[in-house]
C-alpha cells in the first residue's frame, strides 16, 4: 500500500495542541477579559475523572464552564485537571484531550468541534476514534457528494 499524508490526524494533533496551549496560559496567567470557556467531552473517554454522583447525571458526555470559579487548572502533554464548583460543591474533573467534543469561547465567537467516526467492526483501525474538527456552528448537514464535476465559467458569462 502507497504511503500518504494523514492530514486529518494531523490537524487533529494541531488542533488538541492548541486547546492544550490555551489552557496552559489560562493556568499561567487566569482568564483575561471576557474570555470564558464551554467544553463538552466524553464522559466515557478512557482517562476521564469525574465524581461518580456526577457519572450518574452525565452518563456520556458533559459540558463544563470555565468562566468565573476554577481553581487548580493543571495542564499537561495529555490533558487536564481543574476544579470547579457544582452546586456549591467543589469537584475535581480530569479531561484528556481526546475526550473533548467541542470546545467554545463564545466572548470571540472561537470554536472547535470534533466527532468520532462511526465504523464497522471488520473496518476498525487505530485511528477509529480519531475526531474530526471543524466549526462549531455548522451549516445545515450536507448529504455526501459524488465525483467533483469541473465548470467552465464561460457559460454563466455573458
Partial sequence: MARTIDYGNMMHRAMRGL?????????????????HFF????????????????????????????QHWYDNLVVDEDGFRITLNFGDQPEELAIPYTAIRTFVDPSVEFGLRFETTEMDDEDEDDDEDAPMAEDV??????????????????????
Avoid at 467544553?39 to 463544563?64: H, N, Q, R
Avoid at 450536507?142 to 455573458?158: H, I, N, T, W
Fill in 19 to 35: 486547546i492544550r496551549q490555551v489552557l496552559g496560559d489560562v493556568a499561567d496567567h487566569g482568564l483575561p477579559g471576557e474570555h
Fill in 39 to 66: 467544553i463538552t467531552f466524553d464522559t466515557k473517554c478512557e482517562g476521564v475523572e469525574v465524581a461518580d454522583w456526577l457519572l450518574d447525571l452525565y452518563p456520556s458526555e458533559m459540558t463544563i464552564v470555565i
Fill in 137 to 158: 456552528d455548522p451549516e445545515p448537514e450536507e448529504k455526501p457528494r459524488g465525483d467533483a464535476e469541473v465548470v467552465s465559467l464561460d457559460s454563466f458569462r455573458k
